[in-house]
């Protein structure tokens, strides 16, 4: 089975703190991608690798960055966290080929919530 | 990509077929049709997707009418652990690498 494994499932910060979301994938995947979510607004793509060391912005990257040094790993960075940066983030993955190019496989989220 | 319009709620019987409808009215050609769930406090799970002609696979059933512009996602006997928020999503081939704009999704309840 895919699995795409997120550093942790709740985080606390203060406001201004640097933050790491880590992201894990071990099925060889070439694209990867983080969203958040909200309610009344959906997902939300913030970044998205195609592969190691290739990043793209998504619809919402202000505030964020991301860092892909190896295909399995894709890291997304608050620099300085804010309160409006509280949101469940979620990370995917997805090949660039193959039977399940289709198909987007998430994680189980990481709900952060900054003070 | 084209924008997708879904109820917000339903209710399923367990062990009922459960059918939920979208609307994509302004679908082009090259745009498929996807499908996603959500169960609660977890990522999403791809369901299945379509062009043109109706699929099915372990998970659900997908139709689609001949003009495109609307679908039917039929999950054949619902269970108490199909209870989630279902997608509809449409999208271009070969756009942004797989980027999905998911909207707000029918929240589907299956009740005993």
């Known amino acids: 089975d895919v699995k795409v494994t997120q550093s942790s499932r709740y985080l606390v910060k203060r406001t201004g703190e640097k933050v790491f979301l880590e992201c894990v994938q071990d099925m060889d995947h070439e694209n990867m991608f983080w969203y958040r979510q909200d309610p009344g607004l959906g997902l939300r793509l913030i970044y998205f690798s195609y592969d190691v060391k290739m990043k793209e912005k998504g619809d919402i990257p202000e505030g964020y960055s991301v860092s892909r040094e190896k295909k399995e790993r894709f890291s997304l960075i608050l620099e300085s966290a804010s309160t409006n940066q509280t949101s469940m983030y979620l990370c995917?993955?997805?090949?660039?080929?193959?039977?399940?190019?289709?198909?987007?496989?998430f994680g189980p989220g990481t709900r952060l919530t900054v003070l | 990509d084209a924008k997708t319009t879904q109820p917000p709620s339903m209710d399923c019987a367990e062990g009922r077929a459960a059918n939920l409808p979208c609307n994509h009215s302004t679908i082009s050609g090259n745009e498929y049709v996807y499908w996603y769930r959500q169960i609660h406090s977890q990522g999403p799970q791809y369901i299945i997707h379509?062009?043109?002609n109706n699929e099915t696979n372990e998970m659900a059933s997908l139709i689609i009418t001949e003009d495109r512009k609307s679908s039917t996602l039929i999950l054949p006997h619902a269970t108490l652990r199909d209870t989630a928020v279902y997608y509809c999503i449409v999208r271009g081939v070969g756009t942004s690498y797989g980027k999905l704009t998911f909207g707000q999704g029918t929240i589907l309840t299956v009740h005993p």
């Open positions: 379509g062009l043109k």
């Open positions: 995917a993955s997805r090949p660039q080929h193959g039977s399940s190019y289709n198909e987007q496989f």
